[in-house]
């Protein structure tokens, strides 16, 4: 008999930007947090209207798998994500394909209890502000995504200084298709 551990679900925190305008501004804020993420493990994929995102992470002597899987409130831009990873968090901007400044009512079109809003990430519609908030002041793994590598690129892990002074250093740096 073989001891086969379903994957736990872990809480999604999420937050949202849109602007009519300017596509920089149109994306969501997707993070996981958990103790001890094992980075060589991450596996995800992004298509234009979902994603599946697979890690394990290890709280002492445990170590146990995580995953999620959701459809998208409305289409996104998978070529235009990009990647902030801490020992203790994974977050991912992800790039809205419509530009409106009307933001979307939820995450999903379907209610995920595992997905909360990260009210310290969050702007209210309307608000003029551009602050971008950038918790990844050290050290952080980047990686581009190729959706035929589930994630990662061939050459590996590409290990980049983002500015915590300069909010948009995450966000700025996505790459959109022409």
Same mark, same amino acid.
């Given at each position: 008999?073989?001891? +086969?551990?379903?994957? #736990?679900?872990?809480? #999604?925190?999420?937050?949202? !930007?849109?602007?009519?305008?300017?596509?920089?501004?149109?994306?969501?804020?997707?993070? #996981?947090?958990? +103790?001890?993420?094992? =980075?060589?493990?991450?596996? &995800?994929? +992004?298509?234009?209207?979902?994603?599946? $995102?697979?890690?394990?992470? @290890?709280?002492?002597?445990? *170590?146990?798998? &995580?995953? %999620?899987? $959701?459809? %998208?409130?409305?289409? #996104?831009?998978? *070529?235009?994500? @990009?990647?902030?990873?801490?020992?203790?968090?994974?977050?991912?901007?992800?790039? @809205? @394909? /419509?530009?409106?400044? !009307?933001?979307?009512?939820?995450?999903? !079109?379907?209610?995920?209890?595992?997905?909360?809003?990260? %009210?310290?990430?969050?702007?209210?519609?309307?608000? *003029?502000?551009?602050?971008?908030?950038?918790?990844?002041?050290?050290?952080?793994?980047?990686? /581009?995504?190729?959706?035929?590598?589930?994630?990662?690129?061939?050459?590996? $892990? $590409?290990?980049? !200084? =983002?500015?915590?002074?300069?909010?948009?250093?995450? +966000?700025?740096?996505?790459? %959109?298709?022409?």
């Amino acid at each position: 008999m073989t001891n +086969v551990k379903t994957p #736990v679900i872990p809480s #999604v925190l999420w937050a949202q !930007r849109s602007s009519a305008t300017n596509k920089q501004q149109n994306f969501i804020y997707l993070t #996981v947090s958990l +103790v001890g993420i094992i =980075h060589s493990t991450l596996k &995800y994929t +992004v298509t234009d209207t979902s994603i599946s $995102l697979n890690v394990n992470a @290890k709280d002492g002597d445990q *170590e146990c798998e &995580y995953a %999620f899987e $959701l459809d %998208f409130y409305a289409k #996104v831009i998978p *070529e235009a994500l @990009k990647k902030c990873m801490t020992p203790q968090s994974i977050t991912i901007v992800i790039f @809205k @394909k /419509d530009i409106a400044a !009307r933001y979307w009512p939820d995450l999903a !079109r379907t209610a995920l209890p595992y997905a909360k809003t990260d %009210f310290s990430r969050w702007t209210w519609e309307g608000d *003029e502000s551009d602050d971008m908030e950038e918790d990844c002041s050290t050290d952080i793994i980047d990686m /581009d995504m190729d959706s035929s590598s589930a994630g990662t690129k061939n050459g590996g $892990l $590409l290990k980049q !200084r =983002h500015n915590a002074s300069n909010p948009t250093s995450l +966000v700025g740096a996505a790459k %959109f298709p022409d």
